[in-house]
């Protein structure tokens, strides 16, 4: 019933900014509490920022804490991660993912993209 689809990852020097988008579509309603988490290659999926249908509540992972703002846009079915001072172990396929709460946990969500691959270098 939903569809995600992520863009703006891409490869960029240690320092670098990139900003992701998740937009949402399809015949029922988009708006839902959203989270993002990453994946390197051999490695856990982990937790990255979760935000709440309105965007009043937020929640980020330490590592990431300073750095990354999830933020969102209803009107447009699109939640953004702005990510700064990128470092190569930031470096992983980054998803987004719909569910009924902003949990930390990848279990809670119902809806997941495909992935957009973000590669740091030193």
């Known amino acids: 019933q939903v569809q995600l689809v992520e863009s703006g990852g891409g490869l960029v020097q240690a320092g670098a900014s990139l900003r992701l988008s998740c937009t949402a579509s399809g015949r029922t309603p988009t708006s839902y509490p959203t989270g993002w988490f990453r994946q390197a290659p051999g490695k856990e999926r982990e937790f990255v920022a979760a935000?709440?249908?309105?965007?009043?509540?937020?929640h980020y992972a330490d590592s990431v804490k300073g750095r990354f703002a999830i933020s969102r846009d209803n009107a447009k079915n699109t939640v953004y991660l702005q990510m700064n001072s990128l470092k190569p172990e930031d470096t992983a396929v980054y998803y987004c993912a719909t569910g009924r709460v902003p949990a930390l946990s990848a279990s809670s969500y119902d809806y997941w993209g495909q992935g957009t691959q973000v590669t740091v270098s030193s």
């Open positions: 935000i709440s249908v309105n965007g009043y509540i937020t």
